[in-house]
């Protein structure tokens, strides 16, 4: 039998999305009904003319645009393009997520486990399991895509269109399609899936910062970053099929340049060379957490500077944020220097307070990541070599949970720090930037939010490992309450299901020392359960 380089790619596709049908399943419900579900209560919420005017000149702030994107409309806005400028970077920043998941592991993560040897040694082509790979991306993100269109047709929002409906689905299908594909030529230029997934989320962080800086101080600018692409969709003002276009062209390239690099390299291997170790183990490689640092120190140090780079990128908009004279020049001549000074603090205050929930969401990823890593590597039978020697399961489980909690407080503090002091360094005005009194109340104010959120991961790590996913979905729904609870219009009740809802808004208020005793004496207890759990169950060794 003569094989070719796609030999058994349709075969290898239907065995990938019978490998990830529950991981899609959920992804496809989420995004889909997401998009239809938030469609569906902004006819309610914003379904008049009373309500449009009210929140365009909210969507018109320089903060708003730092989040959202620029707001684009004709004359008459509708319902349909408050829809679109809210919803399209939102969804867009989700929908990457998955595909640089989906692409890695289905790449590089088998490859490191040894399944894509197995396979080979098959009648397969050599390209087959990244030709499966890409085809399995394309069918999911145009599957998504088209749900999109579907339920955006089924929500009859006013001013929808059924082009300006399929214009989001495609664009939003495209970009997601980009980030996979990219990711697909990072796993064939990294020597294993971590370097492959840190190498994946800095292009995605330096996009996403690109877009952020140039929409607010150079908006023709954000055609130079891929998530920038989504904003000029317009979907219902003037619809543009170029960022299609453009997505699907780059996409092409990716995929055409991680063939060529996967026929070039030897399997388990990368294009890019891995530096080699020391020929002898250091001095203080003599326990399980050093160990751990020697196999994680890369991940922690690069999570770090990612955050302080993002929070420093939040701070260099706070000039432009937090100056009224810009916006209302004749402000200053009616109310004096004090009152504008005052207002563009309050300004800042106030977006500060919701950088600092996004910037305490993305410090829990990585720890909660390392606290999962300990049941990872118990299935994968890595830890046995380190249970045949006297070491207390107890001792094991601090080397990973102790770790994870600094690693998300410092990513935290090096942030939200980032952030104020490149922001307090931008300002025309130092006075209207954030005090040291404020700072220490927004770092206060979000510790006890993250260390429950790891302690929930350290719980189900414990008691129950196989509902891991639930915590990722739990620290999902908080975030997007909070990110899009005041423009959805979402009940008290609805935020506050989430730690992020359990305690007022930091530096607007001051921190609530009680709740922040319960909510900090909660997580110990969630830990405590968690422990005793882990040190009373099977493991899982092979």
Request: charged share 10%; glycine share 8%.
């Given at each position: 039998m003569t094989l070719t380089t796609r030999t058994g790619t349709g075969r290898l596709t239907?065995?990938?999305?019978?490998?990830?049908?529950?991981?899609?399943?959920?992804?496809?419900?989420?995004?889909?009904g997401l998009m239809a579900a938030v469609a569906v209560k902004f006819v309610d919420i914003y379904g008049t003319k009373a309500e449009i005017a009210g929140i365009v000149a909210t969507l018109k702030s320089p903060a708003i645009v730092a989040m959202f994107g620029p707001f684009q409309l004709g004359k008459n806005a509708t319902t349909a393009q408050i829809f679109a400028n809210e919803m399209l970077l939102f969804m867009a920043l989700i929908?990457?997520?998955?595909?640089?998941?989906?692409?890695?592991?289905?790449?590089?993560?088998e490859e490191d486990q040894g399944l894509t040897e197995l396979l080979r040694a098959h009648a397969i082509g050599p390209q087959t399991p990244?030709?499966?790979?890409?085809?399995?991306?394309?069918?999911?993100?145009?599957?998504?895509?088209?749900?999109?269109?579907?339920?955006?047709?089924?929500?009859?929002?006013?001013?929808?269109?059924t082009q300006g409906n399929w214009v989001i689905g495609l664009g939003l299908a495209t970009i997601g399609w980009l980030f996979g594909m990219l990711t697909l030529l990072l796993a064939q230029l990294a020597d294993h899936a971590a370097s492959a997934t840190g190498m994946a989320y800095t292009l995605f962080g330096l996009s996403y910062?690109?877009?952020?800086?140039?929409?607010?101080?150079?908006?023709?600018?954000?055609w130079w970053s891929p998530l920038g692409w989504v904003e000029k969709l317009a979907p219902y003002h003037q619809p543009n099929w170029t960022p299609v276009l453009l997505s699907g062209l780059t996409g092409l390239i990716c995929i055409t340049l991680a063939l060529w690099v996967a026929q070039h390299r030897d399997l388990g291997s990368g294009a890019i060379a891995t530096r080699p170790g020391r020929r002898t183990a250091s001095t203080w490689l003599r326990g399980p957490l050093s160990l751990l640092w020697r196999r994680q120190h890369n991940v922690f140090l690069g999570w770090f500077l990612g955050v302080v780079v993002l929070g420093a990128a939040y701070g260099t908009v706070f000039n432009t944020i937090g100056d009224i004279l810009k916006t209302n020049p004749t402000m200053q001549q009616v109310f004096g220097k004090a009152v504008v000074h005052s207002a563009n603090h309050s300004l800042l205050v106030n977006f500060s307070a919701?950088?600092?929930?996004?910037?305490?969401?993305?410090?829990?990823?990585?720890?909660?990541?390392?606290?999962?890593?300990?049941?990872?590597?118990?299935?994968?039978?890595?830890?046995?070599?380190?249970?045949?020697?006297?070491?207390s399961r107890t001792r094991l489980f601090l080397s990973y949970v102790g770790p994870a909690s600094l690693l998300s407080t410092l990513i935290f503090l090096g942030g939200w720090g980032g952030m104020v002091l490149t922001g307090n360094a931008s300002l025309t005005h130092a006075s209207d930037g954030i005090t040291a009194?404020?700072?220490?109340?927004?770092?206060?104010?979000?510790?006890?939010?993250?260390?429950?959120?790891?302690a929930l991961g350290i719980l189900l790590v414990g008691v129950w490992p196989q509902g891991r996913t639930l915590a990722w979905l739990y620290l999902a729904y908080g975030f997007v309450s909070q990110y899009l609870g005041n423009l959805l219009q979402l009940p008290k009740w609805a935020k506050r299901?989430?730690?992020?809802?359990?305690?007022?808004?930091?530096?607007?208020?001051h921190v609530a020392w009680a709740t922040f005793g319960w909510e900090?004496?909660?997580?110990?207890?969630?830990g405590l359960i968690g422990w005793w759990g882990y040190t009373h169950r099977d493991l899982q060794q092979h």
């Open positions: 239907r065995l990938g999305l019978r490998r990830d049908r529950f991981r899609l399943l959920i992804w496809v419900l989420v995004l889909a929908q990457v997520v998955m595909n640089l998941g989906l692409a890695v592991h289905a790449t590089r993560y990244l030709l499966a790979a890409a085809s399995e991306l394309t069918l999911v993100n145009l599957g998504i895509g088209v749900l999109y269109a579907l339920g955006l047709n089924f929500a009859t929002m006013p001013g929808a269109t910062l690109a877009r952020m800086i140039t929409d607010v101080q150079q908006p023709r600018l954000t919701l950088l600092a929930i996004i910037l305490a969401a993305v410090a829990v990823i990585p720890g909660l990541q390392l606290i999962f890593k300990l049941y990872g590597d118990e299935t994968h039978g890595w830890l046995e070599a380190l249970y045949a020697r006297p070491l009194f404020e700072f220490w109340q927004g770092f206060w104010g979000q510790l006890p939010v993250i260390g429950l959120f790891l299901l989430s730690p992020f809802g359990w305690a007022p808004s930091v530096p607007v208020h900090l004496g909660l997580a110990v207890l969630l």
